[in-house]
């Protein structure tokens, strides 16, 4: 290899109290498909933010096509070829295709000739997109698709891309690699950061391991094992939950013709959703993001009350009754936003132990707070659950998202639900954490309770699901025992053509 | 009953009685599209008012006076700015605080001014155009600063929905974050949307005191600036909608006190409460029916940002 296109050297930044990147060095070079792999907190994000422009580095020195590389502003960074899609999407929900693009662009053309490049760009990369349409009402796949369009149109050196996968389905992923793939023969450099190693080894031509904000290693990943990449990551050898047999027990939780309309302009309705779930059981929901998996938890969790008779609970109706109610009977949910849904960000771990165990752990009692049970059980939680914290009073917003996760799961489990509806467990959680949440959830089930699991990560839903049903635009298909399953046929129930695979078997 | 009152003069001192709102009304429809909750409108319009006000007499010059007027109006919202995009204080509490402080801090200026009659405005002269019948009155017997609020309306629409800067503003309203990731400068381009929105709270409290009353009293306001922030939310944030909210006010206020003089058979207070519930009852119900969400409230509206760098 000639010399790289982009060249770090010696990249240090520290935030106050923990060196974020510390002397990081490496090259990428051109057309190079290149991995950073590292768990939460490694430092991939901050170490992308500098080449991006976003953050200053305190030392070292970055060059780009050997000049020396130093943007202080994204527009500068852009304007000598780096280009970047986030993995929380930064696009304007309420502005059209071809604003959001213009917008990322320095010197945009008139809207007409812009939404005729864009339509142009979009279908060469087989990546079809409409410039005139609102992108609230877009897809996560289509989404996505704005951004890399934005990306492309000014025909970037090095295209980042972080966790980019994480809201796409099979099928979209493919298309993307597809995409990524063209891009790297015509020499664009793509800096590639991930959690899913099998993505990596597929796609990737070479890997830079990051941990505690230094690289611990490179490799080629296409010659190493997903379990070789993921114990250079997390440092030491890691276990895959284990499960004991499982007998399916007697129904405790039904649904049955659950429908609701959307809470809010850009939500998703739900539409004749129906389904049971026995004891002892794991059901996995899997679907991409904004097909109704946020508003059926709200519908299980009692959040938002339901149609009479539509959810019962061991034969008892529980569809009118709000989430104190429910949880009284033993019906426990966890949702997929920490801060500020599963958890009230600026109260402490104490607080916020109370505010779901107050009824099913006798925290109150005669309207008075029991406040040393309470620390007790948050510090319960906090010790079972491996949860790394300096104690129970400290506010749940200075938690890791890995840490608070294993908080808000742990708190519900040590309930001891009969039923527990989680949505997203392991989103943005490192290996080991939700390695670690896996196997308490696996454990549960174990003791059996029910419990649906609503994620977006399928691995994850076969590794611990009994059964798995795909959410799509408001319907659930039928559940389908998980062992039964292939990629191909989850990527059909995903899309919503299951009717059509009923209908071929 | 209706027989007193003319159509002509009542249409047009319906544009007059509707000015000032629409022109603070055209501010705050800015502010808040760069996300920003300035509930200041009313201390900004008073502040203009009197300075407008002492300007004008000082100068002799009533366009002097408008700038002055303006120029208030600006400054006391760089206060609003300065406070809450970087000092990150709350922005309803300070807003309100703006309003107050504004109406104490106009007494204190006004003191001098009381009973003095300003400079006039006088209308433009557009020649054999002014004489026609009902439209001559109506279209071309204004003064400057009439047509100035409506071009502003029309420069607004345009620079909002046609513009690179306008769609800059839109997105830094709608989320901050993501403005801030692709290099775009929110808190300058939110400082800006406030001192504009300022300038025209201020410019319609000097049109209050140089031309509607035309005199300097204490609190002359009185609850303008409230209807105008009222009127920016249930126009959907639309310029067009502004103009009408505001025209309906100003012509409903121009009514009623016609129907008070003509000696019509409803108490006054019904009367007196007529324009805020038919304006507020129309806009309700259009904006009801119309549900194109990419013209609604911006996402981050209110919303604090700090930079994590």
């Known amino acids: 290899m000639s010399a790289p296109l982009l060249e770090l050297s010696g990249l240090t930044k520290a935030y106050p109290g923990v060196v974020a990147n510390d002397d990081v060095s490496f090259g990428i070079g051109r057309g190079q498909i290149h991995a950073l792999l590292g768990e939460n907190g490694a430092g991939k994000s901050t170490l992308v933010k500098m080449i991006y422009g976003l953050v200053r580095p305190d030392e070292g020195e970055m060059r780009l096509e050997g000049r020396p590389h130093a943007p202080a502003t994204p527009l500068e960074a852009r304007a000598a070829g780096v280009a970047m899609v986030f993995q929380h999407f930064s696009l304007f929900d309420a502005l059209d295709v071809a604003e959001n693009i213009t917008l990322g662009m320095a010197d945009p053309p008139p809207r007409r000739d812009l939404a005729e490049r864009i339509r142009k760009v979009s279908r060469d990369y087989g990546l079809p997109l409409d410039p005139n349409r609102i992108v609230g009402d877009l897809s996560a796949g289509e989404r996505q698709r704005v951004e890399i369009v934005r990306c492309l149109l000014q025909s970037p050196k090095l295209l980042i891309m972080d966790e980019p996968t994480s809201v796409l389905t099979p099928q979209e992923v493919e298309i993307l690699f597809a995409t990524l793939r063209k891009l790297s023969a015509e020499g664009t450099a793509i800096l590639y950061i991930s959690h899913k190693l099998d993505e990596i080894r597929s796609l990737c031509d070479a890997a830079t391991i990051l941990r505690l904000g230094k690289v611990v290693g490179a490799c080629d990943p296409r010659e190493s094992s997903a379990r070789e990449l993921a114990e250079m990551m997390v440092g030491s050898a890691l276990s895959a939950p284990a499960r004991g047999g499982h007998v399916a027990g007697e129904v405790i939780l039904e649904v049955e013709d659950l429908s609701l309309p959307p809470a809010h302009a850009f939500g998703t309705p739900l539409r004749r959703i129906g389904f049971g779930l026995a004891k002892g059981e794991i059901l996995g929901i899997g679907g991409v993001a904004g097909n109704g998996q946020d508003e059926l938890l709200a519908a299980l969790s009692g959040e938002r009350v339901s149609p009479r008779g539509s959810v019962r609970l061991r034969e008892t109706d529980v569809s009118r009754m709000g989430p104190d109610a429910r949880r009284a009977l033993g019906l426990l949910s966890a949702p997929e936003e920490r801060l500020g849904h599963a958890a009230a960000p600026d109260m402490s771990l104490m607080e916020n132990a109370l505010l779901s165990g107050h009824g099913r752990k006798a925290l109150a009692r005669r309207g008075f707070v029991d406040w040393g049970r309470t620390a007790a059980f948050a510090r319960d939680v906090i010790a079972r659950f491996d949860v790394r914290t300096p104690g129970e009073h400290v506010a749940a917003r200075a938690l890791s998202g890995g840490n608070l996760q294993k908080f808000v799961i742990g708190r519900e489990v040590l309930q001891a639900p009969d039923v527990l509806v989680v949505n997203q467990p392991t989103w943005g959680v490192d290996a080991a954490a939700a390695a670690a949440i896996r196997q308490a959830l696996l454990d549960l089930a174990e003791g059996g309770a029910g419990i649906i699991v609503i994620s977006q990560d399928l691995d994850e839903l076969m590794e611990i699901s009994d059964r798995f049903a795909a959410l799509n635009e408001g319907r659930l298909s039928a559940p389908v025992a998980t062992a039964t399953l292939d990629v191909e046929r989850i990527g059909l129930m995903l899309g919503g053509a299951w009717d059509r695979e009923k209908s071929h078997a | ?309």
């Open chain 2, 1 to 309: 009953m209706f027989g007193t009152i003319s159509p002509t003069l009542l249409v047009a001192a319906l544009m007059v009685a509707a000015t000032p709102i629409l022109l603070a009304a055209l501010g705050e429809l800015v502010v808040e599209k760069a996300g920003v909750l300035n509930l200041g409108v009313e201390g900004m319009m008073i502040i203009g008012a009197i300075c407008g006000f002492a300007v004008a007499v000082e100068t002799g010059s009533p366009v002097a006076g408008f700038a002055g007027g303006a120029l208030g109006g600006a400054a006391l919202s760089l206060v609003f700015g300065v406070l809450t995009q970087f000092l990150l204080s709350n922005q309803v509490a300070t807003g309100l605080a703006l309003t107050l402080f504004g109406l104490g801090l106009s007494s204190l200026l006004g003191q001098g001014y009381v009973g003095i009659k300003p400079p006039a405005t006088g209308r433009l002269d557009f020649g054999p155009l002014s004489d026609l019948p009902f439209a001559g009155r109506v279209v071309f017997g204004h003064d400057w600063v009439v047509y100035l609020s409506l071009a502003l309306t029309v420069g607004i629409w345009w620079f909002l929905r046609r513009s690179r800067a306008g769609l800059t503003l839109r997105a830094v309203g709608e989320s901050h974050d993501a403005a801030h990731a692709l290099g775009l400068r929110v808190r300058a381009t939110r400082l800006a949307a406030i001192a504009f929105g300022g300038a025209c709270a201020g410019l319609g409290g000097a049109y209050l005191s140089l031309v509607r009353v035309p005199q300097w009293t204490e609190g002359m306001t009185s609850g303008v600036g409230w209807i105008a922030l009222a009127i920016v939310v249930f126009a959907s944030w639309r310029p067009g909608g502004v103009l009408l909210g505001a025209y309906l006010f100003g012509g409903v206020t121009v009514l009623q006190l016609n129907l008070q003089a003509a000696g019509v058979a409803i108490p006054v207070e019904y009367l007196s409460m007529s324009p805020y519930l038919i304006t507020i009852a129309v806009l309700v119900v259009i904006s009801a029916r119309g549900t194109r969400r990419s013209l609604g409230a911006p996402a981050d509206l209110g919303k604090q940002f700090h930079a994590t760098r």
